[in-house]
């Protein structure tokens, strides 16, 4: 079946360093893409979001990309900050949004 | 506050019980959403609103599953008759726009914590 995935469930990165977050999806009919934050105990936050016609967009401190030759995207965080610890979700949407599993982010200070 | 309010945060039911979740959504939002989200999983769809409209409830695992939104705004998910497999946390989102797809940025409430023992 259809299915929006991630390839690494832990991602731990020094201070300061940047992180990548990447994410794989199955429906290649999917036309809108999401990444969402959430924190322990709390909802989903919406971070950043990406239309199948770009295959960039950035916002503050992070970057999204979109390869849907090998149906791939990637959240990149820059100069990631202690405030950034949480499980990222990508969503694919295109009849309803659908998430993956996530990825954890740890911060190491 | 002007989020998505959602309660109780944490219910705690004998497996048996009904229990039922509330949420009041963002003020105006037209679309209103719950998913439900096991322990280390993702969230996963369980029924969509716009307005007062069920438009769809294929998520739902059971038929003891029932979410209703009379008025368009407040929605209760209802969950009866409850077993330990239905301990998860109950997340609502809603948005401004009509219409799943492609919806944009969903705002989501902190959730409902089910605990069924």
């Known amino acids: 079946g259809e299915s929006v995935g991630l390839h690494l469930p832990t991602l731990s990165v020094q201070e300061g360093d940047n992180s990548i977050i990447n994410c794989a999806y199955s429906?290649?009919?999917?036309?809108?893409f999401i990444w969402y934050k959430q924190e322990s105990g709390k909802g989903p936050q919406f971070i950043i979001d990406?239309?199948?016609?770009?295959d960039k967009r950035q916002g503050q401190r992070v970057t999204v990309l979109l390869n849907k030759t090998v149906k791939h995207l990637s959240l990149q965080i820059a100069a990631t900050q202690p405030g950034d610890s949480a499980v990222y979700f990508c969503a694919e949407n295109s009849v309803k949004l659908t998430f993956g599993t996530g990825t954890r982010l740890t911060i190491i200070p | 506050g002007a989020g998505v309010s959602q309660s109780p945060r944490y219910k705690v039911a004998k497996r048996g019980q009904d229990v039922a979740l509330r949420c009041d959504p963002i003020s105006g939002h037209v679309s209103l959403f719950w998913y439900q989200q096991a322990l280390g999983q993702g969230p996963e769809f369980l029924t969509y609103f716009q307005n007062e409209a069920q438009l769809d409830k294929s998520g739902l695992p059971s038929d003891r599953f029932f979410a209703e939104r009379p008025e368009g705004s407040v929605s209760t998910l209802k969950i009866q008759r409850t077993q330990q497999e239905d301990s998860a946390v109950y997340l609502c989102?809603?948005?401004?726009?009509?219409?799943?797809?492609?919806?944009?940025?969903?705002?989501f409430g902190e959730g409902s914590r089910l605990t069924v023992l």
């Open positions: 990406i239309r199948s016609n770009m």
């Open positions: 429906n290649s009919a999917s036309d809108y």
């Open positions: 989102a809603s948005s401004p726009h009509g219409g799943q797809a492609n919806t944009g940025e969903l705002f």
